[in-house]
């Protein structure tokens, strides 16, 4: 038999870093992080404000544990399609869509740390690194079509960062821009997009 696995259970600290990452993802939702205090995200994380610097160094140490986290969601929308081969447009639209609906309530801190040229370096390095990640992933499934003789010609690698660089833009618009598109048309022209600049052609 073999043996059984404890789990450690999550300490008070744990609990208390979780608490000033759900607080950042609420505070950073209504406000730019610059007119953010320390003192705020404290209070909303039920924590004293020397708590806050004994888990993180600054707003933007926190703003990157917020990212590094919380972007594995972008991971799971798309997973249907990034595991398919194949156009897959409904489960492309899908992962956009789910995508979007985050975009639209998470959209001022995503803009913060993915549009904006230079958001420190402790959320650069953390940018860079997923997507780098995105596009991995993106390439990967390229690769396959690719070997199936499916797609245009082209380096996987540039054609996914085009397409993943296409997606970030057109939701940070979005949000930068509420009821300037019909989300529905927007969801099919991106979803075609995408498509033509992957295999040329569209269902």
């Given amino acids: 038999m073999p043996p ?32 953010v205090t320390i003192d705020e995200l404290a209070g909303a994380a039920g924590i004293a404000r020397s708590g806050f610097y004994f888990y993180f160094e600054s707003k933007q140490a ?4 917020l990212v590094d986290q919380r972007i594995a969601e972008a991971d799971l929308e798309m997973a249907e399609w990034l595991a398919a081969d194949g156009l897959g447009r409904d489960e492309l639209r899908r992962g956009l869509a789910a995508g979007l609906a985050r975009w639209k309530t998470d959209g001022r801190w995503l803009r913060e740390a ?11 390095h953390v ?10 992933l993106f390439s990967k499934r390229i690769t396959r079509d690719a070997e199936a003789g499916r797609t245009v010609s082209g380096p996987p ?10 997606r970030s833009v057109m939701f940070a618009d979005v949000y930068g821009n ?6 529905d048309e927007l969801l099919d022209t991106l979803a ?5 600049l992957v295999y040329g052609t569209t269902p």
């Fill in 4 to 35: 059984i696995k404890s789990r450690r259970a999550p300490t008070k600290g744990d609990q208390r870093e979780q608490a000033l990452i759900d607080a950042a993802r609420t505070v950073f939702r209504d406000k730019p992080i610059s007119q």
């Fill in 192 to 196: 075609d997009a995408v498509l033509r």
């Fill in 62 to 65: 926190l703003l990157a544990a």
């Fill in 114 to 124: 993915f549009v904006t040229p230079d958001p420190g370096p402790e959320v650069m």
């Fill in 127 to 136: 940018r860079d690194r997923l997507v780098d990640e995105g596009c991995t």
């Fill in 157 to 166: 690698d540039l054609i996914a960062k085009m397409a993943v660089h296409l």
């Fill in 178 to 183: 509420p009821g300037a598109y019909d989300e």
